[in-house]
C-alpha cells in the first residue's frame, strides 16, 4: 500500500501540487478556465467572499482557478507558505517593494541585477521617491554598512545574472533580521526550487521572486 503521509519529490510536486482532480471530470491535467466571473451560492457567500471571510473565487483579474494551482505549485516548489502570481517578474519586483517602501525609504542591493532590475531600482523606483543603494559584490558586511534607518529590505538574486554569482544567502538573511527588514531574492536561476531553494538556506528569508 501507498504511503500516502510520504514527502513528494521534486518531480512530482512539479506536475501534481495544488491539485486535486475535478471530482465530476476526473481530470488529470489542470483546465484552463476562461470564466471571468464567478457563480455566489447567495448574497451572503457573496459578502463573505468580498469581505475574505471564506475562500473562493470573485473574479478572474483577481485570482481564478488555474492561477490558484499555479500558486499554490510554485510555493510547493519553492518551500514557502503562499505565492501571488504576477505576469512579469518586474511586477512581482514592483509589487513586493512598492508594499514595503514609501517615498523618502530606500533598499539595499548588489550592483550584480539583471539589466531590467538595474532599470526599474534606478529609474521607475526614482519616480516613486524609493531610493535603491547598490553596492559592489555580494560581501554581507558591504550591504550592512549600507543600511540606514529608512532602509526597507535587502534584494538579491540567488544566482546573478550576467555574472552567475552565488549570493551568501544564510549570512545576507542573518544581516536583514539583525536590522528587523526583509530580504527579497529573486530566484530566476534557481528554476523554480530545483537549483536552488532560498527559503531552505535560511528561515528568514521574506519574500520570493521567480521571473519568466
Same mark, same amino acid.
Given at each position: 500500500? =501507498?504511503?500516502?503521509?510520504?514527502?513528494?519529490? *521534486?518531480? %512530482?510536486?512539479?506536475?501534481?501540487?495544488?491539485?486535486? +482532480?475535478?471530482? !465530476? %471530470? #476526473?481530470?488529470?491535467? &489542470? @483546465?484552463?478556465? =476562461? $470564466?471571468? $466571473?464567478?457563480?455566489?451560492?447567495?448574497?451572503?457567500?457573496?459578502?463573505?467572499?468580498?469581505?475574505?471571510?471564506?475562500?473562493?473565487?470573485?473574479?478572474?483579474?483577481?485570482?481564478?482557478?488555474?492561477?490558484?494551482?499555479?500558486?499554490?505549485?510554485?510555493?510547493? /516548489?519553492?518551500?514557502?507558505?503562499?505565492?501571488?502570481?504576477?505576469?512579469?517578474?518586474?511586477?512581482?519586483?514592483?509589487?513586493?517593494? $512598492?508594499?514595503?517602501?514609501?517615498?523618502?525609504?530606500?533598499?539595499?542591493? %548588489?550592483?550584480?541585477?539583471?539589466?531590467? !532590475?538595474?532599470?526599474?531600482? #534606478?529609474?521607475? *523606483?526614482? #519616480?516613486?521617491?524609493?531610493?535603491?543603494?547598490? &553596492?559592489?559584490?555580494?560581501?554581507?558586511?558591504? *550591504?550592512? =554598512?549600507?543600511?540606514?534607518?529608512?532602509?526597507?529590505?535587502?534584494? &538579491?538574486?540567488?544566482?546573478?545574472?550576467?555574472?552567475?554569482?552565488?549570493?551568501?544567502? +544564510?549570512?545576507?538573511?542573518? &544581516?536583514?533580521?539583525?536590522?528587523?527588514? +526583509?530580504?527579497?531574492?529573486?530566484?530566476?536561476?534557481?528554476?523554480?526550487?530545483? /537549483?536552488?531553494? @532560498?527559503? $531552505?538556506?535560511?528561515?528568514?528569508?521574506?519574500? /520570493?521572486?521567480?521571473?519568466?
Amino acid at each position: 500500500m =501507498a504511503d500516502l503521509n510520504r514527502q513528494l519529490q *521534486f518531480e %512530482t510536486l512539479q506536475l501534481h501540487a495544488g491539485q486535486s +482532480p475535478d471530482p !465530476t %471530470t #476526473k481530470a488529470r491535467a &489542470v @483546465p484552463i478556465y =476562461a $470564466s471571468t $466571473s464567478f457563480v455566489f451560492n447567495d448574497s451572503a457567500h457573496g459578502a463573505d467572499l468580498f469581505e475574505l471571510k471564506t475562500f473562493g473565487h470573485i473574479y478572474s483579474r483577481i485570482g481564478n482557478p488555474t492561477v490558484d494551482i499555479f500558486e499554490n505549485r510554485i510555493a510547493a /516548489l519553492e518551500g514557502g507558505v503562499a505565492a501571488v502570481a504576477t505576469s512579469s517578474g518586474q511586477s512581482a519586483q514592483f509589487l513586493a517593494i $512598492s508594499t514595503i517602501a514609501s517615498s523618502g525609504d530606500n533598499i539595499v542591493s %548588489t550592483s550584480y541585477l539583471y539589466g531590467g !532590475t538595474y532599470n526599474q531600482f #534606478k529609474v521607475t *523606483f526614482k #519616480k516613486y521617491g524609493i531610493g535603491v543603494k547598490l &553596492v559592489p559584490g555580494d560581501d554581507p558586511a558591504t *550591504f550592512e =554598512a549600507a543600511i540606514d534607518e529608512k532602509t526597507k529590505a535587502i534584494y &538579491v538574486e540567488s544566482m546573478g545574472n550576467p555574472k552567475y554569482n552565488i549570493a551568501p544567502i +544564510p549570512d545576507l538573511a542573518k &544581516v536583514a533580521h539583525k536590522h528587523g527588514i +526583509p530580504l527579497i531574492v529573486d530566484n530566476t536561476f534557481g528554476m523554480g526550487g530545483y /537549483l536552488i531553494r @532560498p527559503i $531552505s538556506l535560511h528561515q528568514q528569508i521574506s519574500s /520570493l521572486l521567480n521571473g519568466t
